[in-house]
Structures are given as C-alpha cells and as structure tokens.
C-alpha cells in the first residue's frame, strides 16, 4: 500500500528509503519476536508490517537480507494480494479482522459522515458493524492479545489482552483491561504515533512495540495479533 501511494516524480528517492528502513528493522524483528509464547500448544500469530510491499522485500531478501522472512516465504505460503478501497488503514484493516468488505462492516476511511449532516467524527470500533475475530475466538473461549491495530478504539472487552493503536485520543484509556493504562503510561508507553517524524523516533517507536511484545507474551494466549505502523516514506528525509 506504502509503495502505491508513493507520488510518482519521487518514487524511487522514496522506496530506497524504505528499503532502508525495514533493512534497518531486522536488527530489532528477530530476537523479540521469536520467544513470543511458549511451545506447549497450537498458536496463531499475525504480524503486520505497515507499508512493506512484497516488491521491497523480495528484492531485500535476494540482497541476504531478512533471513527469517525468507524462511517463512519459503516454508509458508506467499502471494500478492488486492488492498482495500482507498487504501486507508482503517477500512483495510476493519475488512481483514471481519473478514467482510466496507459496504458490510461499515468502515470507510479515518472518519464517518454524521447522517444528515456536513459533520465528519473520528470513526471509532463501536461503529464497526460486524466482529471481529478476536471477538468470535473470545466467545469460544480463545484467550486473545491485540497490539497496536487501527480502529480498535475504544478497547473492546475480550478474553484477554488489547492495547489500542494510533487515533486514541491523548489521556484516554488505551487498554482492556482498563487497569492496564495506567502502569503503560508510566513506563512511558503511548498507543499514539511519534509526532516528530524522524527516522530515530520511529526506531525507538518500534522498540517500544516491541518491548511491550516481549512483555504480553507471558500471558496466556491462543492468538496475538501485532502491527507496526511505519512512517510515510517523506516522512523519513527529516
């Protein structure tokens, strides 16, 4: 999605710096993610890389590059796949977690028309008509770990962890359960996005992620399900 979006006079400028940066992310990726749960039963992890196009990184791994997304490619399974509409976050992540498309779910962009009305309000999870897959493993019984997934505000209640992602507005409960917000903040975690855009900050942004990774994994859990949400390539030249 990053790639496609990219404007066109400087597309090249751009993905070289995005070749870089997930070049740069592998030094962080591999140890905090591969102790996440223990071995004693069948679990699912789904990890989503913001804006990594396959083109960026099949070339990186032809390069040596990545090693364990190679393995995974070459173990697993690997296909382009179709975006949603308007390639905004909201409505492609709302289509994957429902398995259902906008028109279904309800979820069109970053905010919502007010029926009636010339308003728009930050579009938020209550407004998603369908549920969402953690909702269907809780009600079976699943234990569930949500990190960082657009659209997840206000945190729903699940049979296990979530912490919110970016468009949580400032002071405001990030967490189910509840009681989890307040020890985050004070270890100085935010489920907001840096504000300063610079390649540093979103290093130690992803540090942060997966920090908190590290930690969630001695829960207790069926299936986690982590993003890290990258910055725009232009964003990268500050």
Request: charged letters at 20%.
């Given at each position: ?19 870089q940066y ?173 504000e300063v ?25 069926d299936c ?15």
């Open positions: 999605v990053g790639s496609e979006m990219c404007i066109r006079d400087s597309k090249d400028i751009q993905q070289m710096k995005m070749r997930y070049q740069n992310m592998k030094l962080h990726i591999p140890y905090k993610l591969r102790s996440l749960g223990n071995q004693n039963k069948q679990r699912v992890m789904i990890i989503g890389i913001d804006g990594a196009c396959l083109s960026i990184l099949s070339s990186l791994i032809k390069e040596g590059q990545l090693p364990n997304l190679k393995r995974l490619m070459e173990n697993g399974f690997c296909a382009k796949h179709n975006s949603s509409p308007f390639f905004q976050s909201y409505n492609a992540w709302s289509s994957l977690i429902t398995g259902t498309n906008s028109a279904k779910n309800g979820i069109y962009s970053y905010e919502t028309k007010i029926p009636g009305e010339y308003k728009f309000v930050a579009t938020n999870s209550k407004m998603r008509a369908n549920k969402a897959y953690w909702r269907i493993l809780s009600d079976y019984g699943r234990k569930v770990v949500v990190l960082d997934i657009p659209g997840t505000y206000p945190a729903e209640k699940v049979n296990g962890i979530m912490v919110t992602s970016l468009y949580t507005p400032k002071g405001a409960c990030f967490t189910y359960p509840e009681d989890l917000s307040q020890p985050l903040s004070r270890c100085g975690y935010s489920p907001r996005p840096p855009h610079t390649e540093k900050r979103h290093h130690q942004r992803l540090e942060e992620i997966f920090q908190l990774a590290n930690f969630l994994k001695r829960t207790d859990w986690f399900c982590l993003l890290y949400t990258s910055p725009s390539p232009r964003d990268l030249s500050t």
